[in-house]
């Protein structure tokens, strides 16, 4: 995340626009300003759980996953309220990767079989209203709305 | 995030304050993973303070689960927040709150080393251990195990091994029910096992060794499967027909020495209440003491001359492997006559007591409490966790920079009278 970055969210209030580099260590200020920008939007408690959700899980798959060189990049954040609706983008230029073609896990397995991970999204698409995925200019776009 | 731990005895407390997220996950599971460890198998977490829950977090607390349950273990999730009770529903683990996937845990559970969930096998003797002390570690003794001694038989000549002159390979199967140590190597015949003789070990149906003609070779292994029975060309080798089904189980506590390997010996031979007995340990290792080829013996010079010594064996100048685990197999002994007292080394300085022991030595993990059998522990050890090397244990009581012997922690032996064939 950028410092300027944050400023031109902080003055336009509805919206945030983050920058943070692929290294899971960027991931924590990031959640930070997140949140500290959702607090005067005045929206329920549920939906700030929701944005840290969102973002880590996001993230995370992004730099686990996303990219095939060893290089630095960029994952952009895009978060907005319109009308009491959170809307959080997530843009990476990893390879092509649609979280909704995913399959959802098997959750009647006993736990004792259950295998670890994969459960992410899962999560998101669960908490969410609505998920899409679009890829544009070679990067991936997630974008997730709730009320 | 706060991570508090709190470990007694056979249970661990740990709670946990804070976001459980990718984060701090890591740190979470190294909590969970030294209560697992220092030998707790009741692990309750607090989650009453936990305020996020994502996959990070759920995954290291699956991960403690599935380790915890190989060793008839619980993780018990306890106060959960809101927050936590919502994403393990999400998630369809709401069972891990409740345990109502566990089996449940007999009462019998409350005494420390009862067998808690593990089943019992129909016939075995479901007595509870006796239970006495030595050197500070607590010593559990399963009653029974057969009357009539095994046999030990010797193969090859160990002194001709040491001194380069191994002329003839002979090959033994090892199947189910029998054990050796010794050097020998896996192959089709016997001019090819030449160069790679080694260490081995053999178990329970399986047998490992480690090849002497490449430097970094890790331990190869075979296990008994359908009509493959292991077979070992071996230059010198002791060999006994049948299993160990004396069970001792120790555990030495915190503030104590782990337990060293002369002081088991004595430990295995008052068990099998004869001068010689064999010797099966699994056990958690405080450090171990040994030596393995490194050059096959057949240069016609001998392996122990300095300075070729140096590359002709690998050797523990100084305590190694420490929070390993170690399968260890022997035979040890007082007063013991030829052929076998060529084959066995002293155990301790100024003292007749002897043996030789062979380790394979694995990536540490916790150990099945309550009875069990070899067969339940040696195939999964190997299956689940290669081991890294083997080695000849030695005890090194030179002053003052002898390595010393290999101790240990906590672990199981199996044992039975043994006489010469």
């Known amino acids: 995340m950028t410092r300027e970055a944050h400023r031109i969210g902080a003055a336009l209030n509805a919206s945030l626009h983050l920058h943070l580099r692929n290294s899971t260590t960027a991931l924590v200020p990031a959640n930070e300003a997140a949140l500290a920008w959702l607090e005067p939007q005045e929206l329920a408690p549920e939906m700030a759980f929701f944005l840290s959700l969102s973002l880590e899980e996001l993230v995370t798959n992004c730099i686990k996953y996303g990219y095939d060189d060893t290089a630095e990049h960029t994952i952009e954040i895009e978060l907005s309220v319109t009308d009491r609706r959170l809307t959080i983008v997530v843009i990476d230029d990893g390879h092509a990767f649609n979280p909704l073609e995913e399959r959802p896990p098997d959750l009647g397995q006993p736990i004792g079989n259950r295998p670890i991970g994969g459960l992410g999204l899962h999560l998101l698409r669960e908490m969410a209203d609505e998920m899409t995925y679009e890829r544009r200019d070679k990067t991936n776009r997630v974008s997730l709305t709730k009320n | ?421």
């Open chain 2, 1 to 421: 995030m706060e991570i508090g731990v709190e470990i007694e005895g056979l249970h661990a407390f740990v709670v946990l304050a804070g976001r459980l997220d990718a984060a701090w996950s890591n740190a979470v599971g190294e909590a969970l993973d030294r209560c697992i460890r220092e030998g707790a198998h009741q692990i309750g977490v607090d989650l009453a303070a936990v305020s996020f829950l994502s996959s990070g977090g759920i995954r290291v607390l699956l991960a403690a689960r599935k380790q915890l349950a190989r060793i008839d273990g619980t993780l018990k999730l306890e106060r959960p927040s809101a927050a936590v009770v919502q994403i393990l529903e999400l998630s369809g683990l709401s069972a891990l709150l409740s345990q109502a996937d566990l089996e449940p845990v007999t009462a019998a559970a409350s005494s420390p080393l009862a067998s808690g969930t593990t089943p019992k096998k129909s016939g075995e003797d479901a007595a509870p251990p006796e239970v006495t002390e030595r050197a500070g570690a607590r010593i559990e003794s399963w009653p029974g195990g057969r009357v009539a001694p095994l046999r030990v038989h010797t193969l090859g000549d160990p002194d001709a091994t040491l001194a380069g002159r191994v002329n003839k390979l002979i090959p033994w199967r090892f199947p189910a029910g029998s054990l050796g140590l010794g050097h020998g190597a896996f192959g089709s015949d016997a001019t090819e096992c030449r160069v790679r003789v080694g260490e081995f070990l053999a178990v329970a149906g399986v047998a490992s060794t480690l090849p002497a003609d490449e430097a970094a070779a890790l331990p190869d292994w075979v296990a008994v499967a359908g009509d493959l029975v292991p077979e070992i060309f071996t230059a010198a080798a002791l060999v006994v027909t049948g299993e160990p089904d004396r069970l001792v189980r120790f555990e030495v506590p915190r503030d104590t020495a782990p337990m060293g390997l002369a002081m088991l010996a004595e430990i295995a031979l008052a068990r099998a209440g004869t001068p010689l007995a064999v010797i099966v340990l699994v056990a958690e290792a405080a450090q171990l003491v040994g030596a393995a080829l490194r050059r096959p013996p057949l240069s016609e010079m001998p392996l122990l001359r300095f300075p070729e010594i140096r590359d002709n064996l690998t050797f523990t100048a100084e305590p190694a492997w420490a929070d390993s685990l170690a399968l260890v197999v022997g035979v040890v002994g007082r007063g013991i006559q030829r052929p076998l007292a060529r084959f066995l080394r002293p155990l301790e300085q100024d003292s007749n007591l002897m043996g030789h022991l062979h380790a394979g030595v694995f990536p540490h993990r916790p150990i099945r409490r309550g009875r069990v059998t070899l067969d339940e522990i040696v195939v999964p050890l190997f299956e689940e966790r290669a081991p890294r090397t083997l080695l000849h244990l030695l005890h090194d009581w030179r002053q003052p920079f002898g390595a010393g012997e290999s101790r240990f922690r906590r672990g199981l032996l199996f044992t039975a009278p043994l006489e010469q064939a």
